[in-house]
């Protein structure tokens, strides 16, 4: 299973507008020239997210975008799975319709790992990147 630049982007633009104080809108310009992402990029992965209302967005001369819900109520998970779709990491692992699904060996396997991303991504909030990505500056290091 890859992550692919949608789900990578996406992630991304989401942690600025984390960092940002709470309730400020920003643009999709403003975003792109402060992380080096494509803004036109942007504006298409914004689509699916303010359709799951991950994404908050006004238009006007003041308006621009900001998380749609708290950002400790926004998984990665739901971010990744908006724009990737579902992180299975073959195709088997949720559709019945494979014909050696009776006798796979592997697909216990699969579910499995299916089941562990899922709850990995699950687990971590854009507050808890947030706060990660706060928190690297002032680390010290020591040899």
């Known amino acids: 299973m890859r992550i692919s630049t949608k789900g990578r982007y996406s992630l991304e633009a989401l942690l600025y ?4 104080p709470e309730g400020e ?4 310009r403003a975003i792109a020239e402060n992380t080096g992402l494509s803004d036109g990029y942007l504006e298409q992965l914004f689509i699916p997210l303010r359709k799951a209302g ?3 967005g006004i ?3 003041q ?5 749609g819900r708290a950002p400790q109520k926004i998984t990665v998970g739901e971010i990744l799975r908006t724009v990737e779709g579902a992180l299975e990491p073959v195709d088997c692992v949720k559709s019945k319709l494979c014909p050696m699904a009776k006798d796979c060996m592997s697909q216990h ?3 499995e790992l299916y089941k562990e ?5 699950d687990a971590v909030t854009l507050a808890d990147l947030a706060k ?5 500056d002032q680390v010290e290091y020591a040899i």
């Open 17 to 20: 507008m984390a960092l940002l």
């Open 25 to 28: 809108y920003t643009s999709t």
């Open 54 to 56: 991950i994404v908050q």
């Open 59 to 61: 238009r006007g001369p």
């Open 63 to 67: 308006g621009g975008y900001l998380p």
């Open 109 to 111: 396997t699969w579910a």
């Open 117 to 121: 991303i899922n709850d990995c991504v």
């Open 132 to 136: 990660a990505y706060e928190t690297l």
